[in-house]
């Protein structure tokens, strides 16, 4: 990170980590700061508990956010880029087909044979697969 900042020319920020005691022993963190000597902070000291609630919190929304990037990539699919393909017709068309890739596949008279594709949906469908090559 240090670099980093250096790279942009912010070479006036100071940086610290923070890191768990001994056997991830919360409560014995340690504060490592470039060119400076470790702190160790007391057990209850609120400066402490500040730092101990920042780096919580930060975890926390970085867990939340790559949970829900890796949630979109498990239910994304090349249907979502259909135009009038909404959720439902989406779900009837997978649990028809089994697969994107299978749907991707069919024929505009295969594709009308699931419920809610009219006829211009299934050409629509088609084309949009057989279009992209």
Do not use: W
Not at 64 to 76: D, L, M, N, P, S
């Amino acid at each position: 990170a240090h670099e980093v900042l250096e790279e942009l020319g912010l070479t006036d920020i100071n940086l610290a980590a923070v890191a768990k005691g001994p056997n991830r022993n919360a409560g014995r963190e340690r504060i490592y700061r470039k060119g400076k000597e470790t702190l160790l902070l007391e057990p209850r000291d609120p400066v402490l508990y500040c730092i101990q609630t920042l780096r919580d919190e930060a975890h926390r929304f970085a867990i939340g956010a790559h949970r829900t990037r890796r949630k979109k990539g498990f239910t994304a699919s090349p249907l979502d880029e259909v135009p009038g393909i909404g959720p439902t017709r989406k779900r009837a068309l997978l649990q028809h087909f089994g697969s994107a890739k299978a749907v991707s596949r069919a024929g505009v008279a295969d594709l009308e044979t699931v419920g809610g594709i009219s006829e211009q949906m299934a050409k629509t469908i088609y084309d949009f697969f057989h279009e992209r090559g």
